[in-house]
């Protein structure tokens, strides 16, 4: 049993689940959004379409997903590529920065996305 | 002439590995990759390499053939020779001792952690446990692998993670344990795995399927013991 501390659920069950569960909500937005654009869009039927309190919702979620979604995912490559094996504590120091810049980055996103939707 | 390019190391002597390239006269004959490395030796007698068997069944001469992992006496020139080129390398990601002879280490100690043996306490039967001609037929495409470790060195994640992710040749024996109908310890054996290293760093993109001199699919058992470990927790 190896512990990580940085992962999303510390459990790499949870991790993988939530990856799979986040892309497919995630896919079935993207989707929707590219049907919706490919119907053709101006400016009224665009904010008509966001007025919804569905579509709010369901941004919010994919915003969310994505969050989680990443969260995972540079998790992963953030402990491939920078660890203590390939560059001594050098690696586990950058690991750490690199990890609270992509979540400050992703927690700027969900509260802008938040912003946004609900136009406060 | 065959044009061999061989992975040259000693660390007594050298102080960094070079390619060294070597004619070998095959006498026009699909020969084995292990062949061609007897023919090597006898000309270059300090090149070093595991070899035992030379049948496919000990698993001691997994090497680097022209890019891709195998074993070099199963392997025939005529699959992986292409212009007349053989280039010869060690298995990858692992610590090189000398020329194409690895130091197994952390295959061994990941191979370990996953017990790699049969666990029961229940009290032994008079002469042996049995199993249903089914249940045994669950282990098969499990059993068979000679831990060469062509799979893992082939596994980009366990060049990364070679001392937290147990890696395909680790999980297949994980598995044949845990599908083992006679074995009691399958709760302790996935909760060992339940983190996010040990099996989780598998990505799935099967490079231990392709490689498998013994045709064996890593990637199944693992996706077997992902299910296991799901429908354990849900």
């Known amino acids: ?120 | 002439m065959l044009q061999v390019s061989i992975y040259r190391y000693n660390p007594e002597t050298d102080a960094e590995p070079y390619m060294q390239d070597v004619q070998v006269d095959t006498g026009g004959k699909d020969l084995m990759v292990l062949d061609v490395m007897e023919l090597i030796k006898a000309q270059d007698t300090t090149v070093v390499y595991r070899r035992s068997c030379r049948e496919g069944v000990c698993g001691s001469d997994g090497v680097n053939i022209n890019g891709k992992n195998g074993l070099a006496c199963i392997t025939p020139l005529s699959e992986v020779v292409r212009n007349n080129k053989l280039v010869l390398r060690p298995l990858p990601g692992l610590p090189v001792i000398r020329d194409l002879v690895v130091d197994m280490g952390m295959f061994y100690a990941q191979y370990e952690k996953v017990q790699p043996y049969l666990q029961n306490n229940t009290p032994a039967p008079a002469i042996e446990r049995l199993q249903s001609p089914e249940d045994r037929a669950k282990l098969d495409g499990l059993y068979e692998c000679i831990l060469c470790a062509c799979c893992s060195t082939s596994c980009p994640s366990f060049w990364w993670n070679p001392d937290r992710f147990i890696g395909p040749a680790g999980l297949l024996q994980a598995y044949r344990f845990l599908a083992d109908t006679r074995d009691t310890a399958t709760e302790e054996r996935l909760s060992r795995l339940d983190d996010p290293f040990s099996v989780f760093r598998c990505h799935g993109i099967q490079n231990c399927v392709n490689v498998c001199p013994k045709g064996l699919n890593p990637t199944r058992a693992i996706g077997h013991i992902r299910n296991m470990l799901l429908s354990r927790a849900t």
């Open chain 1, 1 to 120: 049993m190896v512990t990580a501390v940085t992962s999303m659920g510390r459990s790499g069950l949870y991790d993988w689940l939530m990856q799979r569960v986040t892309a497919v909500i995630l896919l079935s937005y993207f989707l929707l959004v590219g049907w919706v654009l490919l119907g053709g869009v101006d400016y009224a039927s665009w904010k008509a379409l966001y007025s919804h309190t569905w579509m709010r919702v369901f941004s919010l979620l994919a915003l969310l997903s994505l969050g989680v979604h990443a969260w995972v995912g540079l998790w992963a490559v953030f402990t491939d590529y920078l660890t203590e094996r390939l560059m001594g504590t050098t690696g586990n120091v950058l690991r750490f920065l690199a990890q609270v810049a992509s979540a400050l980055i992703m927690f700027t996103y969900v509260i802008w996305g938040i912003q946004i939707l609900w136009g406060l």
